[in-house]
């Protein structure tokens, strides 16, 4: 008998920082890129006759239906978050949806890890190393978009209770310790002694 596959993490055994921040890392989720025409209704229809929801076509949006989440990274590109493991079935049913039409389906899972980044000065550390306006008018709970932070390329979803971090894995480390040490160094209270 063949033992599993065990998924392995970067992050694995990585404290999270204190001083009011904490980083934890999102359970494994499967990950599949999609590119397609947007503007032709049949991509559009073979896309929610698989996920139960048209793809996001509005800039930095998600749409949900179930157990899948599609992020719009632009006009013609969406990122899916399937169950564990349950990016092989989606792949099956995208393809069989699509025919021949001209697309690209392609498996991501382990390119990335997602971690999960709350607390109320959250936005304070991201704001350190990140370009993008992180005001909720100009970056509201429930959007996402692709940028960088500390030079490493993210995905950035606003959660209603801070923000998930979808990063590459070669830099998933170097990141987690950023944030660690920008909140030792941002946030960490100034003792009474070193004050006057």
């Known amino acids: 008998m063949v033992n599993p596959m065990v998924k392995t993490s970067p992050l694995q055994n990585m404290a999270s920082?204190?001083?009011?921040?904490t980083l934890a890392e999102a359970p494994f989720v499967g990950k599949v890129n999609v590119r397609g025409n947007a503007a032709d209704p049949?991509?559009?229809?073979?896309?929610?006759?698989?996920?139960g929801v048209q793809?996001?076509?509005?800039?930095?949006?998600?749409a949900r239906h179930g157990a899948y989440t599609a992020f719009w990274l632009g006009p013609d590109e969406w990122l899916i978050h399937t169950p564990q493991d349950g990016q092989e079935n989606l792949i099956g049913?995208?393809?069989?949806?699509l025919g021949?039409?001209?697309?690209?389906?392609?498996?991501?899972?382990?390119?990335?890890v997602v971690i999960r980044m709350r607390g109320e000065k959250a936005d304070q550390i991201?704001?350190?190393?990140?370009?993008l306006d992180l005001h909720p008018r100009a970056f509201p709970a429930g959007g996402c978009?692709?940028?960088?932070?500390?030079?490493?390329?993210?995905?950035?979803?606003?959660?209603?209770?801070?923000?998930?971090?979808?990063?590459?894995?070669?830099?998933a480390q170097y990141l987690w310790?950023?944030?660690?040490?920008?909140?030792?160094?941002?946030?960490?209270?100034?003792?009474?002694?070193?004050?006057?």
């Open 17 to 21: 920082p204190a001083y009011g921040i």
């Open 42 to 51: 049949a991509f559009t229809a073979a896309f929610a006759s698989v996920l």
């Open 55 to 62: 793809p996001p076509l509005q800039p930095n949006t998600v």
């Open 93 to 97: 049913a995208l393809h069989v949806a």
């Open 100 to 112: 021949d039409q001209h697309c690209a389906v392609t498996d991501v899972s382990d390119y990335f």
């Open 126 to 131: 991201l704001a350190r190393a990140c370009p």
């Open 145 to 171: 978009a692709q940028t960088i932070f500390a030079h490493a390329s993210i995905l950035l979803h606003h959660v209603e209770d801070g923000y998930d971090v979808q990063v590459r894995w070669t830099y």
């Open 177 to 196: 310790n950023y944030v660690a040490e920008a909140a030792g160094n941002t946030l960490r209270p100034v003792p009474a002694e070193a004050v006057g």
